[in-house]
Every structure is written in structure tokens, then in C-alpha cells.
């Protein structure tokens, strides 16, 4: 071994052994300055090599990753990160500055104020026009309400940055993005509206709700569990619906159909159904009627008669995660979507995919792919990233609507069978994805490639071919849950 001469400080942050005939590569913690009295490096070089930093020797995964927490003192720290197999050695010095002086506060730019107009606006809404509660940003956008239909007039008040601020009634604002409207002119009938009469049908495989309206008007659904309701409030709109009819003697899913004044100007359509039998939902118009489609449970749950929609996460120029080693998140994806597809059609599953190979379809065009294809049922599958590389998050299950908990729940419960720990069942998740209201759907975090332990699962196909059995079985479960 040569030994190190530190070059000055600034210059280079790392400083490379001569001797390279073992692949070492820093992946992360070797700022030039840091802030924090330690720093969580992580490396990586060949399976089964032995490593040691900062002169602890450290556990190398199956990956080749390593890491360590090393405590910094106030200066320039040298960290030796050494790796060898064999007579095969490698090593290099991380040049790490610990600055105690704190960091100069960096003058935190003011968020967009949100503008109210001085006169309001009329938009009118695209397709694919959402609504969100309000002006917040993340990176999924802000919470969202839900999608609404195209050609329905609201009032602009204001605007923050990408989002229009509308007034739903006199109480009641949410935000639409610009992209979905375009300028309208103010309706001619005032504020609100009366509703008119409804019709409530079996349509064989749905339910059918048709609410007459003058004009479309803006709505917001939301499902319920115990008792099984689908609530869906119409903005803008006083109850005069003296012929609520019902044009079948059964109806498959809904037990009886409501309506309560919730606001002098909302109206709330209450659909209650039969115990077990939510089972996805759409709401829109036909012509001025906002129409609710309420799916029956299939008739048959067996695996045989379903069609199983899949999605892999990311695909073509869009990898989605890359761990310490090297995984490529979109082919993990995949990998486990395979197996997954393979065991479901072994049941005599039909099955769909957003991707099968290396593409990379936008969220619409994979909704699309699913309800096209008649899809009773479906799973996403992404791996996770962040957090700490030495900790093990774990694995989690994430849905929007409150209906498909149920399946999040049944899925979650097998996945944790496979040892990982429970990162969380997550809820109102934004995903575009997990707005679908059409059947049950969850989207599944397997684990986090971040995690020098989770990576060294993920990369083992066995352990791959595992998570994609208790998905299996976690949908099997539910199914027959269902089916009670
Ligand atoms: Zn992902």
C-alpha cells in the first residue's frame, strides 16, 4: 500500500489508491463540507470482498455495498475506506471538512402569493381536469380532491402560480390546475341551481345513477367503508328532485340511493351499498346529467374469472431508483410484475399490462391501458428510495380511496410474511395512478433500494419471486374476503 498524502483541502475530495486492481466506487457521504458533526458513507465494490472504513471493519452485502457512520471532528477529517480480497487490495481517503460555523441562512424565497382577481373569471374545465383541496405542492401536486368531467363553468377568484382558486359554493374554494380550462362566460341561471329528477337502474354489470341538472356543475366523491357508501357532492345546486326512481325492482350493488342539503348550495348523492359490494365507481356527465356508474362485485371471484390489471413503475427513459450497487428500479419493477403475471395466469387469471418490456407510458395512457382492458382489480409495483442507507424502512402498501383499503390491508399483511418490516399503509396518496375509482387498486413499495439491507433482498431473485408470491396471495386473500 502507497501511502496518502492529503493534497490541500478543497481542491479534491477524493484521492485514489494507484493500486485499483479491486473496484472500489464512493457512492455517497464524502462531501467536500459538511455541517453535521457525522456522515453515513456508503461504497461499493465486489461481493465478497472485506471492507473497512475510517479502520472498523464493515459488513459488505452480497451487493459489494457497504457503509458506515462515522463521527467527524470539527476540520479536516481523513476517512480511510479500504477494500480488499485476496491479495487484491483497494483504498481511498475521503477528505471531509467538518465546518462547525453554521451555514449562512440562505433568505427562504417567498411562496407566490395567491392574486385575487378583482373581477372573477369563468373557466370552463378540460378533460382530465382535477380538483385539489388547495394550493399546496408536493411532488405528486397538491392533495387531490379528485378528476371532474370537462365542460363544467366555474369561477376563477384568484390565482397562485399554475392553479386557478374557484369557488365550488359560497363556502367552499378548491383549485384547479389552468392546463385543464379554458375561458368560459358566466353562466346565465345565477350561483345555484335546482337539481331535477333521477333515475336509479341494474344495468347488468353496473348500477346506474342519473342526477338531471340544468348545467354540469363541479363535484367530489368519496367512499366510505362501514356501512359500504359512495357520497358524491354537487356544488352549486339546491335539492328539487321530487322523482327519485328507481327503473329496476333489484339494483346488484347499491342497497338504496339518498340525497341530504349538506349547504344551502351543496347537494349530496348518498348511495348505500349492499354489504361486500364496492367495487369501484365512475362519475361523470351525459350531456347536463352527472351520471354514477356503480360497479357490482364480479360474480365470480375466482382468479379464473378476473381480470388482474398490472403495472411495473417507470420503464424506457424513466428508471425510477437506482441503488448504492447499481439496481435499476424499473427492471426490479418488472422482474417482480413477471412473476407476478405468471403466477396470476397459472391460476387462470387474465392479466393486463401497462408494460411489458422497457417503455415507458405516461399515467394516462396506463389508466387507459387498465380500464380498456376490463380490469377487475389492480396492483403498481415501485421500489422506494431515501432515507437512511443503514437502517431497513421496509415495505409499503399505498392507496387513495378509502374502498381500497381492504385490498391494501390483505396485500401489506402477506408482504410482511417475507420479513421485511412495515413502512406503512399509506392513504391519500397522490399518485395519478391511485385516482382510478374504477375497481380496487393499490400501488406496492416493495422495499427501499436506498437500504444497503433491502438492497441486498431486491437483488436476490428469490426474494424477488417471494414478494411477488405474497402479492399473489395478498390479492387471493382479499378476493375471498370479498366473497363473504
Ligand atoms: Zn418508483
Known amino acids: 500500500m502507497k501511502k496518502f498524502f492529503a493534497l490541500a483541502f478543497g481542491v479534491s475530495a477524493l484521492l485514489a489508491n494507484a493500486d485499483e486492481s479491486l473496484s472500489l466506487k464512493i457512492y455517497s457521504g464524502a462531501p467536500d463540507t459538511i455541517r453535521t ?5 456508503v461504497a461499493v465494490t465486489e461481493p465478497g470482498a472485506e471492507a473497512s472504513i475510517g479502520g472498523e471493519s464493515v459488513h459488505v452485502y452480497r451487493t459489494g455495498s457497504f457503509g458506515a457512520k462515522v463521527d467527524l471532528r470539527p476540520g479536516l477529517n481523513q476517512v480511510d475506506v479500504r477494500v480488499s480480497s485476496g491479495a487484491r487490495k483497494a483504498g481511498k481517503v475521503l477528505n471531509i471538512f467538518y465546518d462547525t460555523i453554521p451555514a449562512p441562512k440562505r433568505e427562504a424565497k417567498p411562496a407566490a402569493a395567491e392574486a385575487r382577481f378583482i373581477e372573477p373569471r369563468y373557466i ?3 378533460p382530465g381536469a382535477y380538483l385539489q383541496y388547495g394550493n399546496g405542492q408536493d411532488r405528486l401536486g397538491g392533495s387531490k380532491m379528485g378528476f371532474i368531467d370537462g365542460g363544467i363553468v366555474l369561477k376563477a377568484l384568484g390565482e397562485k402560480g399554475s392553479l386557478y382558486c374557484v369557488a365550488l359554493g359560497h363556502n367552499r374554494l378548491a383549485y384547479l390546475p389552468k392546463e385543464y380550462s379554458r375561458t368560459a362566460v358566466a353562466p346565465g341561471d345565477g350561483e345555484s341551481v335546482n337539481t331535477g329528477s333521477w333515475s336509479v337502474k341494474d344495468e347488468g354489470r353496473t348500477d346506474r345513477v ?12 368519496a367512499t366510505e367503508l362501514e356501512p359500504s357508501t359512495i357520497t358524491v357532492d354537487i356544488f352549486g345546486a339546491t ?13 346488484g350493488a347499491i ?3 339518498d340525497f341530504r342539503q349538506v349547504d344551502s348550495d351543496v347537494y349530496r348523492v348518498i348511495l348505500r351499498l349492499k354489504p361486500g359490494m364496492q367495487w369501484g365507481f ?6 347536463t346529467n352527472l351520471v354514477i356508474d356503480v360497479r357490482h362485485r364480479p360474480q365470480s371471484l375466482a382468479l379464473k374469472n378476473l381480470t388482474i390489471g398490472l403495472d411495473a413503475g417507470h420503464g424506457g427513459q424513466y428508471p425510477g431508483a437506482i441503488s448504492p450497487s447499481g439496481l435499476v428500479e424499473k427492471e426490479v419493477n418488472l422482474d417482480i410484475v413477471n412473476h407476478v403475471k405468471a403466477m396470476l395466469e397459472a391460476k387462470g387469471a387474465r392479466v393486463v399490462m401497462t408494460r411489458d418490456g422497457d417503455t415507458g407510458p405516461s399515467m394516462s395512457e396506463r389508466k387507459r391501458i387498465w380500464r380498456e382492458g376490463g380490469v377487475d382489480l389492480a396492483v403498481s409495483v415501485h421500489n422506494n428510495s431515501g432515507g437512511g442507507a443503514l437502517s431497513s424502512p421496509g415495505t409499503a402498501v399505498l392507496y387513495k380511496h378509502l374502498f381500497c ?3 391494501a390491508e390483505a396485500v401489506t399483511a402477506r408482504l410482511l410474511e417475507t420479513g421485511l418490516p412495515l413502512f406503512g399503509i399509506v392513504q391519500n396518496f397522490n399518485f395519478s395512478l391511485n385516482g382510478l375509482t374504477e375497481f380496487p387498486e393499490v400501488l406496492v413499495e416493495g422495499m427501499f433500494m436506498s437500504s444497503l439491507q433491502e438492497e441486498e433482498k431486491l437483488a ?3 426474494f424477488r419471486r417471494l414478494v411477488a408470491q405474497k402479492i399473489v396471495a395478498g390479492i387471493e386473500d382479499y378476493l375471498k374476503a370479498a366473497g363473504k
Open 37 to 41: 458533526a457525522s456522515t453515513t458513507i
Open 124 to 126: 370552463e374545465t378540460l
Open 210 to 221: 342519473s342526477v338531471s341538472l340544468p348545467r354540469r356543475l363541479a363535484y367530489h366523491y
Open 239 to 251: 335539492d328539487n328532485s321530487n322523482w327519485i326512481t328507481q327503473r329496476t325492482l333489484t339494483l
Open 255 to 257: 342497497e338504496y340511493v
Open 282 to 287: 365512475h362519475v361523470g356527465y351525459e350531456g
Open 405 to 407: 383499503r381492504p385490498l
Open 460 to 462: 436476490d431473485p428469490a
